[in-house]
């Protein structure tokens, strides 16, 4: 079992859905969490960092944790076309390096 | 400009042939690391390097090298490409601990195609 399990999709909606992307992990030692956008042929970037338990919401982007249930998400509300891209989680305990998860391909239809 | 730039963006070579990938900062940034992407597979970390003096392996590291020039910059080598090298490749910076940038800053990738 990979430390964090990302479903790859794709997951493919209607312009103005809200979207969910979830993911879980094994290691209850995680304390910072991320997620990230990576269009094709781009490099990642960085779209929501959290730490620890709770929500923060940036916009139309909400990101929420579930320490207990080692259960990540990301809502994406009235989704674009724009919005596009493959979504990847990340997690990572104190200094050490994060591990990521193998991203989610999202496509917003209009 | 771009924080993180790599050279080249696209490149083709032969099996055999040594190549060498190359990332630049902007950021002022002592972490550096390189990750391969692979479909199906996600990022893969094949080295990282804390500052100049320190080098540590990834997951991955069998069939690379790499070289720590300078703060800003950290090389990546295919000392003998094989096929199965054939991947994106991305080089990512981050900040010391304890802040908002001690998360990981991409460069845009460089596309390697070994034949």
């Known amino acids: 079992q990979k430390e964090v399990e990302q479903d790859p999709g794709p997951l493919s909606v209607p312009e103005g859905a809200i979207v969910s992307l979830n993911c879980t992990y094994s290691?209850?030692?995680?304390?910072?969490f991320m997620w990230y956008r990576q269009y094709s042929r781009k490099g990642p970037e960085l779209l929501m960092y959290?730490?620890?338990?709770g929500n923060k919401e940036d916009g139309r982007f909400t990101a929420q944790v579930d320490k207990s249930s080692k259960y990540i998400s990301l809502f994406i509300r009235d989704s674009q076309p724009s919005d596009s891209a493959t979504y990847l989680c990340?997690?990572?305990?104190?200094?050490?390096?994060?591990?990521f998860g193998r991203g989610t391909s999202l496509i917003v239809h209009p | 400009d771009a924080d993180v730039t790599q050279t080249p963006r696209n490149r083709i070579t032969k099996t055999g042939k040594r190549i060498m990938l190359e990332c630049s900062q902007t950021?002022?940034?002592?972490?550096m690391y390189w990750y391969r992407q692979d479909p199906g597979l996600g990022l893969r970390l094949i080295y990282y390097?804390?500052?100049?003096?320190?080098?540590n392996k990834g997951e991955i590291s069998d069939g690379y090298s790499v070289s720590r020039q300078a703060q800003a910059k950290f090389s990546l080598s295919l000392e003998s490409a094989i096929p199965n090298q054939t991947a994106l490749y991305f080089c990512?910076?981050?900040?010391?601990?304890?802040?908002?940038?001690?998360?990981?800053?991409f460069g845009p990738g460089t596309r390697l195609t070994v034949l």
């Open positions: 990512a910076t981050s900040g010391p601990t304890g802040g908002r940038t001690d998360t990981q800053y």
């Open positions: 290691n209850s030692a995680f304390q910072y």
């Open positions: 959290t730490y620890s338990s």
């Open positions: 990340a997690m990572r305990r104190g200094s050490y390096i994060p591990t």
């Open positions: 950021k002022g940034h002592d972490r």
């Open positions: 390097s804390f500052d100049v003096k320190d080098i």
